[in-house]
Nanobody, 117 residues
Framework: QVTLVESGGGLVQPGGSLRLSCAAS????????MGWYRQAPGKQRESVAI???????NYADSVKGRFTISRDNAKSTMYLQMNSLKPEDTAVYYC???????????WGQGTQVTVSS
C-alpha cells in the first residue's frame, strides 16, 4: 500500500513563502522519482518540480529561481520550498511518486495553496 500525504498549504500574501511536505509510506522513497504538480481552477494539472532518487531536479520555467524541491530519504519526506509567491501560483498542489522500475504512479490527495492579498 502506497500512501502520500501532503501538508503545508494555506493562504499567503503575494511575495510570501510556504513550505509543502509530502510524507510517503515506508519503502517508497528509495525506489521512486518524486514530484510536485499543481492544478488551478479550470486548468490542467501541470508539473512544478521533479526530483529523482539520485537528487537530480527539474523545474517548470514559471517557478525557476523561486521554488526549491528537496527530499529526505531517511524521513521518506519530500519538500517544496516556495518563495516570492504570486497569485498565479494559486492551485491545489499534489505530490507524485513514480516507481523507477515499473513506472507505476501514485498521487497524494492534494493541498490548497492560495496566494492573495
Amino acid at each position: 500500500q502506497v500512501t502520500l500525504v501532503e501538508s503545508g498549504g494555506g493562504l499567503v500574501q503575494p511575495g510570501g513563502s510556504l513550505r509543502l511536505s509530502c510524507a510517503a509510506s515506508r519503502g517508497v522513497f528509495s525506489r521512486t522519482t518524486m514530484g510536485w504538480y499543481r492544478q488551478a481552477p479550470g486548468k490542467q494539472r501541470e508539473s512544478v518540480a521533479i526530483i529523482t532518487n539520485g537528487g537530480s531536479t527539474n523545474y517548470a520555467d514559471s517557478v525557476k529561481g523561486r521554488f526549491t524541491i528537496s527530499r529526505d530519504n531517511a524521513k521518506s519526506t519530500m519538500y517544496l520550498q516556495m518563495n516570492s509567491l504570486k497569485p498565479e501560483d494559486t492551485a491545489v498542489y499534489y505530490c507524485n511518486a513514480v516507481f523507477d522500475s515499473s513506472k507505476v504512479s501514485y498521487w497524494g490527495q492534494g493541498t490548497q495553496v492560495t496566494v492573495s492579498s
